[in-house]
Nanobody
């Protein structure tokens, strides 16, 4: 299984970015796909997740209403649309996958993509 994350960059506060995570290597029909982030000196936290089968979603309180997670079956890709970005959103963002229901802790995810840096300037 391979997860390829992309789309990070530098943006001013209030701006938007869209992250992509291209998945390959198996079918993901029973998987939850998640986006985590890790800021310097902080633990990695789950930002958003989506169930591949039923489209149900989870959002951390800090991003609810600003971030949207979605998926494209045809492209086997999960997206994280990030709007109204704040300096505190600055972090390395990772996509991850687990076979089973939602979990918020990173060690319960089976597969990881490489990180992509998101920097929000004030």
């Amino acid at each position: 299984v391979q997860l390829q994350a992309s789309g990070g960059g530098l943006v001013q506060a209030g701006g938007s970015l869209r992250l992509s995570c291209a998945a390959s290597g198996r079918t993901f029909s029973n998987y939850v796909m998640g986006w985590f982030r890790q800021a310097p000196g902080k633990e990695r936290e789950l930002v958003a997740a989506i169930n591949w089968s039923d489209y149900s979603t989870y959002y951390a309180g800090s991003v609810k209403g600003r971030f949207t997670i979605s998926r494209d079956n045809a492209k086997n890709t999960v997206y994280l649309q990030m709007n109204s970005l704040k300096p505190e959103d600055t972090a390395v963002y990772y996509c991850a996958a687990r076979n089973g229901p939602y979990r918020v802790t990173d060690h319960e995810y089976d597969y990881w993509g490489q990180g992509t840096q998101v920097t929000v300037s004030s």
